[in-house]
Nanobody
Framework: VQLQASGGGLVQAGGSLRLSCTAS????????ASWFRQTPGKERTYVAG????????DYADSVKGRFTISRDNAEDMVYLQMNDLVPEDTAVYYC????????????????WGRGTLVTVSS
């Protein structure tokens, strides 16, 4: 299984981006999924998670009200809509396939995608 995140780029503070995550080798639609982010020298931290059905979502406090995670199981895609971006959101964003456990714990995930860089300028 390979996951691939895309959609990152350079945006000004207050702007928006939408990240996408897709899987190859085995569909993502049967699994919960999450987005994490990482800056140089720091641990990868949880951003948002979604159940396989899309009915339940969860967010880190730092992004609540600004980010929205969603999925389209027909297209086997998971998205992260990011609005009102701030420079502190600058990071490499990764999607992960969840096997079991709690969303914020990296041990809950068995596959990670290649990240996509989001840079927010002030």
């Amino acid at each position: 299984v390979q996951l691939q995140a895309s959609g990152g780029g350079l945006v000004q503070a207050g702007g928006s981006l939408r990240l996408s995550c897709t899987a190859s080798g085995r569909p993502l639609r049967s699994y919960g999924a999450s987005w994490f982010r990482q800056t140089p020298g720091k641990e990868r931290t949880y951003v948002a998670g979604i159940t396989w059905s899309g009915k339940v979502t969860d967010y880190a406090d730092s992004v609540k009200g600004r980010f929205t995670i969603s999925r389209d199981n027909a297209e086997d895609m998971v998205y992260l809509q990011m609005n009102d971006l701030v420079p502190e959101d600058t990071a490499v964003y990764y999607c992960g396939r969840m096997m079991q456990g709690r969303w914020p714990e990296r041990s809950s995930y068995d596959y990670w995608g290649r990240g996509t860089l989001v840079t927010v300028s002030s």
